[in-house]
């Protein structure tokens, strides 16, 4: 078994996360297993109650575990399974500690950062490295070289390297090269100084992932290679990628980083096969045709807040040899100067997840424009409970109707707050989460898409349709096309007028990758692109 542990220096925002799951992509075609795993250094046991606007999106797991977003890239630029322990915080770490400490386990003992904060980070490294079967963990810690609070993991890293001896583990420390514009110069002396940090503490990488806007020269390459004590073919430039970040491990290969770090971990493989990487990435970088795909969301400055959706609409825009032209539509905007503004002349519309009701309107309003003027829709979780308010309001006629979480008080609750949730009373980890089945009905179009009547999908929600308003609405055209196999659950809905217009409860969002995008998402685009399935 083989570790290597990915650190981050100077600034965040480095791209850690892309660059694990890059080297993931070329070890894993070079014929090996490969496990990704991130540490975050923060105090919640999960991200799962941060705001977007801190932590972007919150990613969800097969098991319902919520997570970092970077378990989307391991997940996307590999075939690993992730689960719960592929993303260990602060938070959990010194929960299990503090609840070892309260049974007694450690009677008599004082319980200390050094050595019981870093022996359970060390189980965590460990039990993944044997639970998986891989024949290398690659473990990213976020944060950034000089924050207090991510110590207790560079101290564990450097015990957990001393005991499985530097053959079996390395550092890949991902660092920025600035360009100074007033000199005309890269400048190296970031670099140093937060590879000094790390030495400072005991750690010294073998490779730096050095991010620069400008080719780094020669020159630039010896220098961080003396001064930081690196070889020189470990100096590896990652310039920023000229169109899609797919483009990240084609670029690490030229540089020859699996090269080198299989020659130092002594793993003995041929070189990786990237022949349909290369096509996705051509497909992504040169597609024959474009649509605009508008989403309407209440997060979008934040590039980081819906991310595997727009991962995904590149996905399936990919395979249609399409390239996808995003409008992204403040939800709040649109509620103030109305739909048309925004939406007139794109070819889709598509409504993502979220909580709390600002810029609910703006999204109903986006739905009703779908509606009207036969755009094809896409609903993603709210989406789809904007999708039934809409409908119940402007076709059913229900006044005033909404879901419970924005009107507790509405005469029309056509989204109601699950059974399952009436008694919870903690916010962590307490949604309808994870992996459930769906049964769909026969010629529908949700059928059409999927070609399946048993799907699964990615959930997160505490509301859901109320079945009272079933028969009703579907009377007037609206169908429940999926549900929960036992039927009470509506998981997915469409509008049997509208040429297509399917919203679902779950995520399908996190499930797609290059090259095997995402049905929903697949029949949306081919739709915005006037094939009606
Ligand atoms: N706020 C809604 C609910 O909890 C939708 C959740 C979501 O979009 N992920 O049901």
């Not at 424009?369 to 989406?383: D, K, T, V």
């Not at 009107?407 to 989460?433: F, W, Y």
Request: a negative charge; glycine letters at 8%; charged letters at 25%.
């Amino acid at each position: 078994m083989k570790y290597i542990f990915v650190t981050g220096g100077v600034i965040s925002s480095l791209g850690k996360g892309l660059a694990a799951a890059s080297l993931g992509t070329l070890l894993e075609r070079r014929g090996l297993k490969v496990a990704l795993q991130k540490l975050d250094p923060y105090l919640n046991v999960d991200p799962g109650t941060m705001s977007p606007f801190q932590h972007g999106e919150v990613y969800v797991l097969a098991d319902g575990a919520e997570t970092d977003l970077d378990l989307g890239h391991y997940e996307r630029f590999t075939r690993c399974i992730l689960s719960r322990s592929n993303n260990v915080t602060s938070g959990q770490i010194y929960e299990t500690v503090l609840s070892k400490e309260r049974r007694g386990d450690y009677l008599g003992k004082t319980v200390q950062v050094i050595p019981h904060i870093t022996d359970e980070i060390k189980t965590c490294i460990r039990r993944l490295g044997l639970t998986s079967g891989a024949d290398v963990l690659i473990t990213e810690i976020g944060g950034t070289t000089g924050d207090i609070e991510g110590l207790p993991f560079l101290e564990a890293i450097r015990q957990f390297i001393l005991e499985v001896g530097s053959r079996n583990a390395m550092i890949m420390h991902v660092t920025l090269v600035p360009f100074i514009k007033a000199a005309g110069e890269l400048k190296t002396k970031p670099t140093q100084q937060s590879v000094a940090k790390l030495r400072e503490i005991g750690l010294q990488p073998q490779v730096l992932i050095c991010r620069s806007e400008m080719p780094i020269d020669e020159e630039a390459r010896q220098k961080l290679s003396l001064y930081c004590n690196i070889p020189r073919e470990a100096v590896i430039e990652a310039r920023d990628v000229e169109n899609t970040i797919y483009e990240f491990p084609l670029n690490l290969q030229a540089e020859g980083l699996d090269s080198f770090i299989c020659k130092v971990l002594e793993l003995h493989t041929g070189q990786p096969d990237m022949s349909d990487w290369h096509q996705f990435v051509q497909r992504v970088v040169d597609p024959k045709k474009r649509v605009r795909v508008a989403v309407v969301g209440k997060y979008i400055e934040l590039p980081d807040a819906y991310k595997s959706i727009y991962e995904s609409l590149t996905h399936a825009g990919a395979s249609h040899d399409c390239g996808i032209d995003l409008v992204l539509v403040d939800a709040e905007a649109l509620e103030a100067d109305g739909a048309e503004k925004y939406l007139h002349g794109v070819a889709g519309i598509l409504v993502p997840g979220g909580f709390g009701d600002r810029g609910v309107e703006g999204k109903i309003l986006a739905a009703k424009f779908s509606r009207e003027s036969h755009i094809p829709y896409l609903g993603l979780c709210l989406g789809m409970q904007i999708a039934t308010i809409e409908f119940a309001r402007g076709v059913c006629g229900f006044k005033n109707a909404n879901s419970t979480e924005f009107d507790p008080a509405t005469p029309h609750p056509v989204i109601a707050i699950l059974e399952t949730q009436l008694n919870v009373a903690n916010k962590g980890a307490s949604m309808r989460l994870g992996t459930c089945p769906t049964v769909i009905q026969e010629n529908t179009l949700a059928h059409r898409v999927y070609g399946q009547t048993e799907i699964y999908e990615r959930h997160r929600h505490r509301y859901e349709f109320n079945m009272r308003y079933r028969e009703e609405m579907e009377k007037q055209g609206f169908l429940i096309s999926g549900t929960s196999p036992e039927g009470s659950l509506a998981e997915v809905i469409e509008l049997k007028s509208h040429p297509w217009f399917l919203a679902c409860q779950f995520h399908p969002e996190f499930q797609s990758k290059p090259n095997l995008p995402h049905p929903l998402f697949k029949g949306f685009v081919s739709a915005c692109l006037g094939r009606l399935s």
